[in-house]
């Protein structure tokens, strides 16, 4: 089955770059889509198909797919981006739905 | 808006099935497939399966195979999610979540249902 590796955690000051990288194998051919999730709350879908936005999420967030590794960048960090973030893909080999391991994102 | 209310918590036994409802309003609910997701406690997001209101066609994880069956009644646009012969690994936050086909993202998502499977 497909796999989608993603860094357990990323620490990040407010103000700065945050980066979270998901691989996967040949994860390029294949639509990505990011969610965040906070603490006791479902998951809002933030990026979609590799680098769109959805309306009401910040100009701050956006996502990249290249070869093995697509990115979602935050811009300008700011202390309620903490929060953990999954990428997703449809894995057509199989029929199923993919959600990486996810990253948790601290804000410093 | 478009809103996906799932029912309320639920506690059930080993061996027990549970059925968890997701009713869906400010869209028209047989354009959209559902998909179930769920989380256990400190765990990432896991992908169950997903059902397509207008026809009744549904695919399955792998995982859950078996053992899930998604339904719907679009009399009153709710879909439903039924897990069989519940074990504790079963423990976790239950949610349903709107796709347009097999390579769209999830857009909305219910407010999950917590499943608790203890003796």
């Known amino acids: 089955s497909y796999v989608l590796t993603q860094p357990p955690s990323v620490s990040v000051a407010p103000g700065k770059t945050a980066r979270i990288t998901c691989g996967g194998n040949n994860i390029e051919s294949k639509s990505v889509h990011w969610y965040q999730q906070k603490p006791g709350q479902a998951p809002i879908m933030i990026i979609y198909y590799d680098y769109d936005r959805p309306s009401g999420i910040p100009e701050r967030f956006s996502g990249s797919n290249s070869g093995n590794t697509a990115t979602l960048t935050i811009s300008r960090v700011e202390a309620g981006d903490e929060a953990d973030y999954y990428c997703q893909v449809w894995d057509s080999s199989s029929a199923h739905r993919v959600f990486g391991t996810g990253t948790k994102v601290t804000v410093l | 808006q478009v809103q996906l209310v799932q029912s309320g918590a639920e506690l059930k036994k080993p061996g027990a099935s549970v059925k968890v409802s997701c009713k869906a309003s400010?869209?028209?609910?047989?354009?959209?497939?559902i998909n179930w997701v769920r989380q256990a406690t400190g765990q990432g997001l896991e992908w169950m399966g997903w059902?397509?209101?207008?026809?009744?066609?549904?695919g399955y994880a792998q995982k859950f195979q078996g053992r899930v069956t998604m339904t719907r009644d679009t009399s009153i646009s709710t879909a439903y999610m039924e897990l069989s012969s519940l074990r504790s690994e079963d423990t976790a936050v239950y949610y349903c979540?709107?796709?347009?086909?097999?390579?769209?993202?999830?857009?909305?998502w219910g407010q999950g249902t917590l499943v608790t499977v203890s003796s």
């Open positions: 059902m397509n209101p207008n026809n009744d066609n549904t």
């Open positions: 400010g869209y028209t609910f047989t354009s959209y497939d």
């Open positions: 979540a709107r796709t347009v086909g097999s390579g769209s993202d999830l857009d909305y």
